[in-house]
């Protein structure tokens, strides 16, 4: 029974994870295991003789079907992956270098290359995942460039909806070109065994997904930031659980000090002294207490803070969000609560539309007001005359 226990607890520090490249002519498969420091084996590397039409030109057609063909193939094979990392042709992929304005917020930073990345696109597109990462060019003062890459969602969503149907976390997705590169680069075709290395060349874009399982880096269209924030929350809460359960303990053990001093009567001296000590130690220990209560208040102050500049952030990214269509937001600031928008509009009427959609909000303190608007002539991209407006605001404290 010991023996089985070890054996439980060794195959699960080991990795084991799936390559499903998602090619415009043919689907490939790697499932590649290891060492949480490095992968050390090559389970299979195959190209999948799928049923026609689930799978066209590397768009998935039926995703709950192919993930239960998936999961039936791994399981057929006697593999036990829990990850799988995903490819998408590169032709859908598109690469775009946005400048926005230094100092804004990431939640701000996401939203707004969300929004300059699908106004670039045909009004015909499809909605689009992003991911970007600094560029590291030189830009004028105040500005900051990023190189993003696109990529429509329902594609993603798709291939989110198979993993699901498989049984598998998906961990990536990514173009199938930058998969083929980290095959290229990877250190580790030289500590792999030859004949495994070989085996997966041959499906080298499936191979380099996998070893994303080690080697994290490049896009992922993902919500992989939004996940991150999430579990700094989660462990943020457990730690607050943590102090509050420790100022519980010191107080319960106050409690039983008092309680033991008022029912024993002491008739020597050594007993008086026991007891001051113990009163000392009782204060000492209600100090403590109070201590992590007053930090464990000040915590949840802060927290609850952050959640209502959030809150604003997200009422009013919603509106700028929808009135993406006639309006190009250049900027977004925030100083303590004075709130301001820049940016240019197809005509008066959207930019004044779009101060109603702002003032319909419960989060401000003195309403949005427009204080500028001015047609600029052949101002725009296309040589066509535009609208150009700032918004101002206060926003509520602590609303």
């Known amino acids: 029974m010991r023996l089985t226990s070890w054996l439980s607890r060794s195959r699960l520090r080991r990795l084991s994870v799936v390559g499903l490249d998602m090619g415009p002519e043919v689907c490939r498969l790697v499932v590649l295991s290891g060492s949480p420091s490095r992968p050390d084996s090559v389970c299979c590397a195959e190209t999948l ?3 026609d039409g689930w799978v066209v030109h590397g768009e998935v057609m039926q995703s709950k079907a192919l993930g239960q063909w998936l999961r039936t193939y791994l399981d057929a094979g006697d593999y ?4 799988v990392y995903i490819g998408l042709n590169s032709a859908c992929v598109s690469n775009h270098i946005v400048t926005l304005a230094e100092g804004l917020a990431p939640d701000d930073v996401a939203f707004q290359l969300q929004a300059e990345v699908q106004s670039v696109l045909p009004e015909s597109a499809a909605e689009v995942c992003i991911d970007y990462t600094v560029d590291t060019a030189p830009y004028a003062a105040g500005e900051q460039g990023y190189l993003v890459q696109a990529t429509p969602r329902p594609q993603v969503e798709a291939m989110q909806r198979v993993a699901q149907a498989a049984g598998l976390i998906a961990r990536a997705v990514e173009s199938r070109h930058d ?4 095959t290229a680069q990877s250190p580790d075709l030289a500590t792999l065994p030859p004949a495994s290395v070989a085996l997966a060349l041959q499906c080298d874009e499936a191979f380099g997904l996998a070893l994303r399982a080690w080697h994290d880096e490049g896009a992922n269209f993902l919500p992989h930031r939004k996940d991150a924030q999430h579990v700094l929350r989660h462990a943020w809460l457990l730690g607050v659980a943590i102090w509050a ?7 319960a053990c106050f409690a039983m000090v008092m309680a033991f001093a008022a029912e024993t009567k002491h008739d020597h001296l050594d007993d008086v002294v026991a007891s001051v000590r113990a009163f000392e130690a009782a204060q000492k220990a209600h100090a403590q207490a109070k201590a992590v ?3 464990l208040a000040a915590q949840a102050r802060w927290f609850k803070a952050r959640q209502d500049v959030q ?4 009422k009013w990214s919603r509106v700028l969000s929808q009135a993406a269509q006639g309006v190009w937001v250049a900027s977004v600031r925030q100083q303590g609560t004075r709130w301001t928008v820049q940016g240019e509009a197809l005509t008066s009427s959207h930019a004044q539309q779009l101060v109603q959609q702002l003032k319909a909000l419960d989060i401000w303190a003195q309403a949005p007001e427009l204080p500028q608007l001015q047609v600029t002539p052949a101002g725009s991209t296309t ?3 535009v609208w150009q407006f700032r918004i101002e605001a206060d926003l509520k404290e602590g609303a």
């Open 49 to 51: 003789d799928l049923p």
């Open 80 to 83: 036990q992956p829990t990850l």
């Open 179 to 182: 998969a083929a590169r980290r």
């Open 245 to 251: 359960m420790g100022g519980a303990f010191f107080a």
């Open 293 to 295: 209560e007053e930090r």
């Open 311 to 314: 809150s604003q952030s997200l």
């Open 383 to 385: 040589g066509l005359p």
